[in-house]
């Protein structure tokens, strides 16, 4: 199965503090996604990419900036934190080699706390 | 308004029975349908795909899709203590987004 890490795994920041996520997929996978999970909402796309230096606007990009330096890194910044932002946040990949019908691996996930 | 949306929220069924869980989309774009399973602490992991119309079966777990009525359901039967988790209803166009209904938070009691 496709190896997805995160890291931090936990975070605790105060508002307006520069929060920097980093997600690494160790599959050579060309898409790499940004989601945050929120109770009642489920998951939300933020950002994806479908390779180095692409970077591809999701539902939920507001108070987001997102970068991939290489095929494997994929990195979440924010700026500029506010308690809204609080949440917990997943990385995934998918090849999509196959197109649509591929599906995306998920990390452990980052909980980030906005004080 | 979610273009996913899955019932019930929460669902509570004894150790060896049978857990249906139901999904519907509002966007007749969907052609691609998933079911995730994410226990606490971890991240979602993909349970089944569902593309084409009836049944698709693997083990205890059955997927049903009807795209007329844009529906997906999911079955587990002889359900265990370890099936206890979040599950999602997730659907694709024919592009490389995915949208997540809310979840349904799955009990099986002992």
């Known amino acids: 199965e496709a190896a997805v890490t995160q890291s931090p795994r936990n975070k605790v920041t105060v508002t307006g503090g520069n929060v920097t996520l980093s997600c690494r997929q160790t599959?050579?996978?060309?898409?790499m996604y940004w989601y945050r999970q929120d109770t009642g909402h489920g998951l939300r796309l933020i950002h994806y990419?479908?390779?180095?230096?692409?970077?591809q606007i999701g539902d939920v990009p507001d108070g987001y900036k997102a970068t991939r330096t290489t095929q494997e890194d994929f990195f979440l910044l924010l700026e500029l934190a506010s308690p809204s932002q609080t949440s917990l946040y997943f990385c995934?990949?998918?090849?999509?080699?196959?197109?649509?019908?591929?599906?995306?691996?998920f990390g452990p996930g980052t909980r980030l706390l906005v004080l | 308004q979610q273009k996913v949306q899955q019932s019930p929220e929460s669902l509570s069924v004894p150790e060896g029975g049978m857990a249906s869980l139901n999904c519907t989309s509002s966007?007749?774009?969907?052609?691609y349908f998933w079911w995730y399973r994410q226990h606490s602490g971890e991240g979602p992991k993909a349970l089944m795909?569902?593309?084409?119309?009836g049944d698709k079966k693997e083990g205890r777990f059955t997927a049903h899709l009807n795209k007329a009525s844009l529906h997906v359901s999911l079955h587990i039967r002889d359900s265990q203590p370890s099936d206890s988790a979040l599950y999602f209803c997730?659907?694709?166009?024919?592009?490389?987004?995915?949208?997540f209904g809310s979840g349904t938070k799955l009990t099986v009691e002992p």
């Open positions: 995934a990949s998918s090849d999509e080699a196959g197109g649509a019908r591929d599906t995306q691996y």
């Open positions: 966007d007749r774009n969907f052609q």
């Open positions: 990419s479908y390779g180095a230096g692409n970077l």
């Open positions: 997730a659907a694709k166009p024919n592009y490389n987004v995915l949208y």
């Open positions: 795909s569902i593309f084409s119309d």
């Open positions: 599959n050579s996978h060309n898409y």
